[in-house]
């Protein structure tokens, strides 16, 4: 009944004895125990109050093989990373010169003196919505942009009035620009 092993023992128990129950011990002394009633048996002193928890160790989560399983992870996409990039087809547009637009782009500059000029060259306001109507015509729908560049000191009314024009002559896409003074 009494199990002699150095491997078997707790810390602070003797060497050379160790208990495998209470009932053991009671036999072993010569002590009878009073008999638990029914509906306490199978329970510990520990759990028979339920808001008790036993003074055990916390449960805990050792973190450091996340760890090591993350930064592997890390490692082996930083190397794939640059074998992916080198893969997909790049397409970098053609290098045109700043300040140059081309023959397709209508740009419509407006002056302090509420002036116009159609690609540079001047224009008058009720020659406007013919020669854009004009300009319109013979290009695509999805090429039918015009720009109109005006400086900050004209009235926001003015160019609201050019935008309707240009839309009325059948312009799909308006671009803003401001004029440095």
Do not use: W
Request: glycine share 4%; charged share 20%.
């Amino acid at each position: 009944m009494i199990e002699t092993s150095e491997k078997s023992l707790r810390p602070g128990a003797r060497k050379g004895c160790r208990l495998r129950s209470i009932k053991e011990l009671s036999r072993t002394v010569g002590v009878k125990l009073p008999e638990r009633p029914p509906e306490e048996r199978g329970t510990t002193l520990a759990s028979t109050h339920p808001h008790e928890h036993p003074a055990s160790a916390s449960p805990t989560i050792n973190v450091t093989p996340l760890i090591d399983v993350l930064l592997v992870l890390l490692i082996i996409f930083m190397v794939i990373q640059p074998q992916k990039e080198a893969k997909l087809p790049v397409r970098a547009p053609a290098a045109d010169l700043p300040g140059v637009a081309s023959a397709e782009t209508l740009m419509l500059t407006v002056t302090s003196e509420f002036q116009l000029a159609l690609n540079s060259k001047p224009l008058e306001l009720a020659a406007l919505l013919p020669t854009l109507s004009e300009l319109m015509e013979q290009r695509p729908f999805d090429t039918r942009t015009l720009f109109i560049k005006a400086p900050p000191m004209v009235q926001y009314g003015s160019v609201v009035l050019l935008v309707d024009l240009a839309k009325g002559a059948g312009v799909v896409t308006v671009g803003l620009s401001a004029d440095e003074p």
